[in-house]
Nanobody, 123 residues
Framework: QVQLVESGGGLVQAGGSLRLSCAAS????????MGWFRQAPGKEREFVATISASSTFTYYADSVKGRFTISRDNAKKAVYLQMNSLKPEDTAVYYCAARNGWVTTEFNEYDYWGQGTQVTVSS
């Protein structure tokens, strides 16, 4: 059984930083693409960032480009999201996702999801 568990969310002031972590479990689980999505109250889930299996390819939403960095550690089956220069509009529940295929920004193409971690940025 595959599980993704996020951690690292919290409350931070605008301009601050947070680092989200996502740990995957499952003995034979070896995902290709991993990604982060977020969902604010009353809004649809939106793409944030994705990374390929070898970390050679990353892609970001325009809204976070230059501020967020996605990385992964395959030995630990983990993916991270370093978030700097946070803005109030970054407030959302952040979800980790994984899929066996190539990177994609489409949330319905991911096979596995975490339960989410709340990020709140105060102004």
């Amino acid at each position: 059984q595959v599980q993704l568990v996020e951690s690292g969310g919290g409350l931070v002031q605008a301009g601050g930083s947070l680092r989200l972590s996502c740990a995957a479990s499952g003995r034979t689980f070896s995902p290709n693409a991993m990604g982060w999505f977020r969902q604010a109250p009353g809004k649809e889930r939106e793409f944030v960032a994705t990374i390929s299996a070898s970390s050679t390819f990353t892609y970001y939403a325009d809204s976070v480009k230059g501020r967020f960095t996605i990385s992964r550690d395959n030995a630990k089956k983990a993916v991270y999201l370093q978030m700097n220069s946070l803005k109030p509009e970054d407030t959302a529940v952040y979800y980790c996702a994984a899929r066996n295929g190539w990177v994609t920004t489409e949330f319905n193409e991911y096979d596995y999801w975490g339960q989410g971690t709340q990020v709140t940025v105060s102004s």
